[in-house]
C-alpha cells in the first residue's frame, strides 16, 4: 500500500505561526520545508533527515524506526504509523498495521494499537478480548490452548505433564482433581480416596499388591506370595489362616486347621507322610508263616503238583478262612490264584480228579452266615494256579455231602448231603464237564457228613457213617460199583468218623475218630471184608475236623482240627501209615550268614539264596526262597552251582530280564543267570579273576551290572550282557571285602558303604560310570560289612540295616548325609542279613542273618490304608483311583500288568519267563507257544530223551523234560501203571508214582 502524504493545513500554519519558516528553509514543490527538514523530492514531502537515515539499505516496505516511532520504509524514508486513522498502514506480514478501525479502543476486533485483530491464533495476546496467551495456532496442548487460554488442570484439556483431564474438579470420576491420576490401580499415583494404600506402578511389587493395598493376608486380594486370599484367617475354608495354601493333601504346606501332620508336597504314602498327610511313623514289624490253624476244611492230594491242597473251614475262633493253601517242598503256604477265587465255606467237597488232573470243590455252607443260611450249590475247579467255576447245570444247594474220584470210571462220585431243609439220598457223578443223576435200584438212607473214599484195589467206592433222618450216629457201610450200592455187613464198626482216606499202599481204609475223649484219635481200618482198630501207643491228641488226604510214600496225612469241646484249632500236621508221624515244616529261611538276594522284578518277590549255615558247620546253603509279602515259598533244592557256594551274590538284571549270581570259580569268577525258573552259567567274555565276598549292585541307569572289590580288592568291573570289561578310574576305594552296596536311581551313582580290610570300615563312596567320589558325612554308621542296604523308592534313599558285628540299627543316606533313624521296635541283633526292597509294597524286608532267622518289614505306616492298584476304588482317600494315583507307579494292576503314566500297562513287551504258565508280555501266548520262547531252553527238546542227559541244559533230564512228553518212552503222566516202567521219566514207576495212588498198580518187586 502507498502510504498517503502529510500536508495537514494545521500543521503548516502552525509552522508558519511559530516562525519555523526560516531564511534557509527549502522549497518542496508547493511546500517550504521547516528547518531541520529537508525535501523527500520523490514524494515532496518534508521529512526528517533520520527518517531517511532509517531507510538506508533497505527497500520499500521494509519495516523500520526513528526517533518518532516505527514504521516502513517507502521511497527511501522512514515512514510512521498511524493507528486510529482508519487506514490500515504497512504490510502486516512485515511488522505492519494489521487493523484500523479509526480508534483507540481494544476489544472491537481490532486492537488499540491495530496490531491485532483480537482473534485467537494470531500470535498477539489479546487481554482485552480474555486471551491468556496466543502461540499463533489454534492447536491444543502445545502451552498455549486453542482458545488462547492458558493450560490448567479442568480445562478438559490432557495438557503435558497431566494424565487425564475430564474438565472439571470432581474426584471418582476417572480423573482426579490434580489431573496427575486416571484413578486406576498401577498408575503410580496413590489415590487414597480410593482405598488405595499404595501404587508403584504397572510392576507388582512385595510391597504393594495387584489392587494397591499393601499385602496382608485376609484382605480378600490374591498378593504376591499368597496362593488364596478369601477374606478371613479361617481354616478348613479352602484358604489356610496364613494365605499360604488351598487346604488339600499335597501341596507342601502342613494344614494344622483341616487336621494334618505333615505334608511332604506329593501325595506318595510310605516316605513319612501319607497321602492324606497323616505322619508315618519308620516301623519294623515280625512276620510269621504257615498255613494258620483252621477246623473243618477240606485237604486232597493234587498227584499233577505234587501238593497238598486245603481249602475252606473257620479259623481259631471260628472265623471264615479264606484263601487256598498248599503244602509243597516242605512248606505250607497261601496259594496266590490267577483270577477269582471261591468264597470260603465249611462242610463242603474236595476231590482230586485224576483223569482231569484238577481239583473239584462243591457246595458247603458260608462259615459266617447266620442260622439257616441256604447251603453253597457252586462247583469249582483248580487247576495249577487258577480257580474256575463250572456253569454246568448244579446238584443245587447242599452241605455235608460225602465225595470221592471213582478212578475205574474216571468220575467223581457225590452222595447225601443236606439241601434246603432236608437230608438227601442221591446218588450224582461229575464227569469233568457236568453233574449226572444216578438211579441206583438200591440206595443208602439219606444222610449227612459221611465219609467216603475210593478202593483202588477193589475198584469200589466206600461209604460210611454220617447223621441219618434224626441225630444219632449212623454205622453201615456201603460200597458203589458204578451202578448200584451195596451194603457190607461187618461185626464191627467204627463210630463218629470224622474223616477218612485210602492208603493204596496198604490196601485199607483208614477213618479217624476223635469225639469221644480218648487219649489220641482212634484209627480204624476197612480192608474191604471187615472194619479193626489198631493198636497205637503214640499220635496226636484226639480231634474232630481234621483234614486228611492220602499220598504214596507218606500214608495218611492229616492237618489241623480241633479238640471236642470247640477250643482252638490245633496247628499241626501228621501222616499216619500204620504208625502216627509229626511233621514239622519251614516256614521260612533259616539262619544264614551273608545270603544273596534281590527283588525280582518279573516275578513281583523277594528272592533269597544260598548263604552259609550257622557255626560251627558254616557249610552252603542249597535252598531257594522267595517271599511274595504274605509268605516264603521254599523253591526247589539245587545243587548245582551257584547257590552250592556259600560267597555268591546276585542282583535283578532287568534289562536282560534275569536274575544274575555271580559266584568265585577255579580261577575266575563264574556268572549264572536264573530265567524259566532254572539256573544256568552264562558264557561270558572275559570275567573277574577269583575273589570272594564281592559288592554286586546293578545299575538300572546305565543298564550293567557293576562288581566291586572282594578278597581285599579295590578294582571295578561292569557286565553289559555277556561281556565284563574292567574299569580304571583315575582313583578308586582302598581295597575292601564284603561292602554294602546299592544303586541311587535319583542320582545315577552305585554307592558302597564300610566293608573290611585289615579292619572294619565307615567310608562312603560313589560310582557313576567313570569316577569313583568319597562322600566324607559328619555323621556316619559305626564301622561294619554285610550285604543289609538297598534303595528304598518311597523315600528316595538308601537305607542300611544290620551287618557284622551283630547290629540291630537302621540307617538312610540321601547322597550327601547319612541320618540314624529312630524306630522304636527293631528287629533282633545280626551279622549278615538279607536286606531287599519289595517293590510292589514299599517296605523294605530283612529276613536270615546270624544268629537270628526271623523275617521283619520295614516301612514308614500310618493308619492310611494301602491303596490297591485295581478295581476301581480309592482305597487310601486320596482322590485318585488305582494307576491315577502315584503309589501304584510301576505296582502291578493286573495279571502282568503294572502301572506306568497312570495307565495299566503289560509289564513287558516280551515273554521273559518261559515256564512259569503266564503271559507275560499279554498277547495270549503262554510260555512256549510265544515265539518269544522260541530259543529259550525249555522249550527245546532234548537231543536224546532216553540218555540220561539234559542235551539242552534247561535242568530237565529226557522224560522229566517237557520236550520229551509222549516222545519216545516219555509220558505226560504215568499212563500205566502195572509194568513195572517208568512212564513218565519222573524216576517213580507204577504204585511208587503218585499218578498211580488211585489205581491198582503193581507193586515193586
Known amino acids: 500500500m502507498r502510504p498517503r502524504l502529510h500536508r495537514t493545513p494545521a500543521l ?29 523530492e520523490d514524494i515532496g514531502r518534508c521529512v526528517l533527515p533520520e527518517q531517511i537515515e532509517a531507510c538506508v539499505g533497505l527497500v520499500d516496505d521494509d519495516p523500520c524506526s526513528y526517533g518518532a516511532g516505527t514504521g516502513f520504509c517507502y521511497l527511501g524514508y522512514c515512514q510512521a504509523f498511524d493507528c486510529g486513522d ?121 510391597g504393594c499388591g495387584s489392587t494397591c493395598r499393601i499385602p496382608r493376608c485376609g484382605n480378600g486380594v490374591l498378593d504376591p506370595l499368597e496362593l488364596c486370599d478369601d477374606g478371613n484367617f479361617d481354616a478348613g475354608d479352602g484358604c489356610g489362616p496364613a494365605c499360604d495354601s488351598d487346604e488339600t493333601c499335597g501341596n507342601g504346606v502342613v494344614d494344622f486347621g483341616v487336621g494334618e501332620q505333615c505334608d511332604d508336597g506329593n501325595l506318595r504314602s510310605h516316605d513319612g507322610c501319607s497321602s492324606r498327610c497323616t505322619a508315618e511313623l519308620p516301623l519294623f ?91 453253597l450249590g457252586d462247583t469249582w475247579v483248580l487247576r495249577g494256579r487258577a480257580w474256575e467255576q463250572l456253569t454246568s447245570i448244579p446238584i443245587g444247594p447242599l452241605r455235608g455231602a460225602a465225595a470221592a474220584y471213582d478212578a475205574a470210571r474216571e468220575e467223581v462220585v457225590l452222595f447225601g448231603g443236606q439241601g434246603s431243609g432236608r437230608r438227601m439220598a442221591q446218588t450224582w457223578v461229575h464227569d469233568g464237564i457236568e453233574w449226572r443223576l444216578r438211579a441206583p435200584s438200591v440206595s443208602p438212607p439219606a444222610r449227612v457228613d459221611a465219609q467216603m473214599v475210593y478202593d483202588s484195589v477193589r475198584e469200589r467206592v466206600v ?90 510214600g507218606w500214608g495218611v496225612a492229616m492237618r489241623s482240627g480241633t479238640d471236642r469241646t470247640m477250643g482252638p484249632s490245633f496247628d499241626d500236621f501228621w501222616t499216619y501209615d500204620g504208625d502216627w508221624t509229626a511233621h514239622e515244616w519251614s516256614r521260612q529261611p533259616g539262619a544264614l550268614l551273608e545270603p544273596a538276594g534281590a527283588f525280582d522284578s518279573r516275578t513281583r518277590e523277594v528272592v533269597l539264596f544260598g548263604g552259609r549255615t550257622a557255626p560251627p558247620s558254616l557249610s552252603a546253603s542249597p535252598d531257594q526262597w522267595s517271599y511274595d509279602g504274605t509268605d516264603w515259598t521254599l523253591r526247589d533244592r539245587i545243587e548245582a552251582p551257584p547257590m552250592t557256594h556259600p560267597f555268591s551274590d546276585m542282583v535283578d538284571d532287568a534289562a536282560h530280564h534275569r536274575l544274575l549270581a555271580v559266584r568265585p570259580g577255579p580261577t575266575e569268577m563264574e556268572t549264572w543267570a536264573f530265567r524259566d525258573g532254572h539256573w544256568a552259567q552264562v558264557q561270558t567274555v572275559g570275567a573277574p579273576p577269583y575273589r570272594r565276598l564281592t559288592t554286586l549292585v546293578y545299575d538300572a541307569t546305565r543298564e550293567v551290572v557293576v562288581l566291586f572289590g572282594g578278597s581285599r580288592r579295590n578294582d571295578t568291573w561292569e557286565l553289559d550282557g555277556d561281556t565284563w570289561t574292567e574299569r580304571t578310574p583315575a582313583e578308586s576305594p582302598p581295597e575292601r571285602s564284603s561292602a554294602f552296596g546299592a544303586f541311587d536311581p535319583l542320582r545315577g551313582e552305585v554307592v558302597i558303604f564300610g566293608g573290611r580290610d585289615d579292619a572294619m570300615r565307615d567310608d562312603t563312596w560313589e560310582w557313576n560310570g567313570t569316577r569313583w567320589r568319597e562322600v566324607v558325612t559328619e555323621l556316619r554308621p559305626r564301622p561294619r560289612d554285610g550285604r543289609g542296604m538297598d534303595y528304598f523308592p518311597a523315600r528316595r534313599s538308601i537305607i542300611l540295616a544290620g551287618g557284622n558285628d551283630a547290629y540291630n540299627d537302621v540307617w538312610e543316606f540321601d547322597g550327601t548325609a547319612w541320618t540314624r533313624l529312630s524306630v522304636p521296635l527293631t528287629f533282633e541283633a545280626r551279622a549278615s542279613p538279607l536286606v531287599v526292597t519289595d517293590r510292589e509294597r514299599d517296605v523294605i524286608v530283612l529276613a536270615s542273618g546270624d544268629p537270628n532267622a526271623t523275617t521283619w518289614e520295614f516301612g514308614f505306616r500310618s493308619e492310611v490304608p494301602d491303596e490297591v492298584c485295581s478295581g476301581g476304588i480309592d482305597d487310601d482317600g486320596d482322590g485318585l483311583v488305582d494307576c491315577e494315583d502315584p503309589d501304584c507307579e510301576e505296582k502291578a494292576c493286573g495279571t502282568q500288568q503294572a502301572c506306568r503314566a497312570e495307565a495299566c500297562v503289560c509289564r513287558f513287551g516280551i515273554e521273559t519267563e518261559c515256564a512259569d504258565g503266564l503271559d507275560g508280555d499279554c498277547d495270549r501266548l503262554v510260555d512256549c507257544e510265544d515265539p518269544d520262547c522260541a530259543g529259550a531252553a525249555w522249550c527245546g527238546a532234548e537231543a536224546d530223551c532216553a540218555d540220561g542227559v539234559d542235551d539242552d541244559f534247561d535242568g530237565a533230564t529226557d522224560c522229566a523234560d517237557p520236550g520229551c512228553a509222549t516222545v519216545g518212552p516219555c509220558e505226560l503222566f504215568e499212563t500205566t501203571c502195572g509194568d513195572r516202567v517208568d512212564n513218565d521219566g519222573d524216576g517213580r514207576a507204577d504204585c511208587a508214582d503218585p499218578d498211580c495212588f488211585l489205581t491198582a498198580c503193581a507193586r515193586p518187586s
Not at 510269621?288 to 501238593?307: K, L
Open 12 to 40: 503548516l500554519g502552525l509552522l508558519l505561526l511559530s516562525g519555523c519558516l526560516e531564511a534557509h528553509a527549502s522549497d518542496c514543490l508547493d511546500m517550504i520545508c521547516p528547518g531541520g527538514f529537508v525535501c523527500a
Open 86 to 206: 482508519g487506514q490500515r498502514d504497512g504490510d502486516p506480514a512485515r511488522d505492519g498495521e494489521v487493523c484500523d478501525d479509526g480508534n483507540a479502543l481494544g476489544g472491537d476486533g481490532c486492537s488499540a494499537d491495530c496490531r491485532s485483530d483480537e482473534t485467537c491464533g494470531n500470535g498477539v495476546v489479546d487481554t482485552r478480548v480474555g486471551e491468556r496467551c496466543d502461540d499463533g495456532n489454534t492447536v491444543d496442548g502445545d502451552g498455549c490452548q486453542a482458545n488462547c487460554a492458558l493450560p490448567t488442570c479442568g480445562d478438559g484439556i490432557v495438557d503435558p505433564g497431566e494424565v487425564c483431564d475430564d474438565g472439571n474438579d470432581q474426584l471418582e470420576d476417572g480423573c482426579n482433581t490434580r489431573c496427575s491420576s486416571d484413578e486406576t490401580c498401577g498408575n503410580g499415583v496413590v489415590d487414597a480416596y480410593l482405598g488405595e494404600e499404595c501404587d508403584e506402578g504397572p510392576s507388582v511389587t512385595f
Open 285 to 375: 514289624t515280625e512276620k510269621s508263616f504257615g498255613a494258620p490253624a483252621r477246623r473243618f476244611a477240606q485237604m486232597v492230594y493234587d498227584t499233577a503238583h505234587d501238593r497238598f491242597v486245603l481249602f475252606g473251614g473257620e479259623g481259631p475262633v471260628g472265623e471264615p478262612m479264606r484263601g487256598t493253601e498248599v503244602f509243597q517242598d516242605r512248606q505250607w503256604t497261601r496259594l496266590t490264584p490267577v483270577g477269582s477265587e471261591p468264597p470260603p465255606r465249611v462242610d463242603h467237597v474236595l476231590v482230586y480228579d485224576a483223569a482231569r488232573r484238577h481239583v473239584l470243590m462243591f457246595g458247603g455252607l458260608p462259615p459266617d452266615g447266620p442260622p439257616g443260611v441256604m447251603p
Open 463 to 552: 461209604l460210611f457213617g454220617g447223621h441219618g433222618a434224626s441225630v444219632a450216629l449212623l454205622e453201615d457201610t456201603w460200597e458203589w460199583d458204578g451202578v448200584d450200592w451195596t451194603r457190607r455187613a461187618a461185626a464191627t464198626h467204627p463210630v463218629g468218623v470224622g474223616a477218612a482216606a485210602y492208603d493204596a499202599e496198604r490196601g485199607v481204609t483208614v477213618g479217624l475218630t476223635g469225639m469221644a475223649g480218648d487219649a489220641e484219635p482212634a484209627i480204624w481200618e476197612w480192608n474191604g471184608l471187615a472194619w479193626s482198630q489198631p493198636d497205637l501207643t503214640v499220635g496226636p491228641l484226639p480231634r474232630w475236623g481234621a483234614a486228611v488226604a492220602y499220598r504214596p
